[in-house]
């Protein structure tokens, strides 16, 4: 499974790829899916931040970073003196993955597969190329190992700065070669954190080392 063959012939734009992958079926994910979510922010941006895939209310609205963990990635922008106008936010995954809650109609995230993050991977490709960012930030284990390979820890390596591509699983496919890549947990993790306070302070801290490599 890819999606490879549903990227847009020609000279690619942002626009071209938000509209094309709407009608992506490279993998099953689409099919329980309102829409796609894809990428969103300023089309030359310094730091693009990489989630791992949209949400409940992503799903629903079409946006990126629009739910609980979004908002508080959105307060951890303005602590650092930045919003979302000012980066690039994407996810790895662009259709949500989920299952039905035992009881009532809540529908429970659940995690994308290997395969699925593969099949996915030739937009990921395409919006970074695109908009060639300086800092790529990789919140979470999921988009880490993703892009850096599956023996990648974040719990060892949050806060810095790698570089990129020379540590890449395909380094072929991103051809800025002063990128860095700063990994670094989910937000959505802080919130599940037992002592939140603690684990904003330290997800503001690994932001703050990405935003000062730009």
């Known amino acids: 499974m890819s999606a490879e063959e549903f990227l847009p012939a020609g000279r690619l734009s942002l626009s071209k790829l938000r509209q094309a992958v709407q009608g992506c079926q490279g993998c099953d994910l689409y099919r329980g899916a309102t829409q796609a979510v894809f990428g969103e922010g300023r089309a030359k941006a310094q730091v693009a931040l990489i989630g791992e895939t949209p949400g409940d209310v992503e799903d629903v609205e079409g946006h990126p970073f629009v739910g609980p963990a979004g908002r508080l990635l959105d307060r951890a922008l303005h602590e650092l003196g930045a919003d979302r106008s ?7 995954v662009k259709h949500f993955r989920w299952r039905p809650a035992e009881r009532g109609k809540r529908r429970i995230h659940q995690t ?8 996915c991977r030739p937009w990921l ?21 993703s892009l850096l390979g599956p023996a990648f820890r974040v719990t060892k390596s949050r806060g810095e ?3 990129w591509p020379q540590s890449a699983e395909h380094p072929e496919d ?3 070669d002063d990128a860095v890549l700063v990994p670094t947990v989910h937000p959505s993790s802080v919130l599940r954190a037992d ?11 690994d932001l703050a080392v990405a935003f000062k490599a730009a």
């Open 161 to 163: 700065v790698l570089p």
């Open 174 to 176: 991103f051809p800025a």
């Open 86 to 92: 000012q980066v690039y936010l994407t996810n790895a």
């Open 125 to 145: 490709v395409a919006e970074l190329n695109l908009v060639s960012p300086r800092v790529l930030v990789a919140l979470g284990s999921v988009v880490a190992q």
């Open 112 to 119: 994308p597969t290997r395969t699925h993050i593969v099949a």
């Open 195 to 205: 002592d939140r306070d603690a684990a904003y302070i330290d997800f503001l801290k």
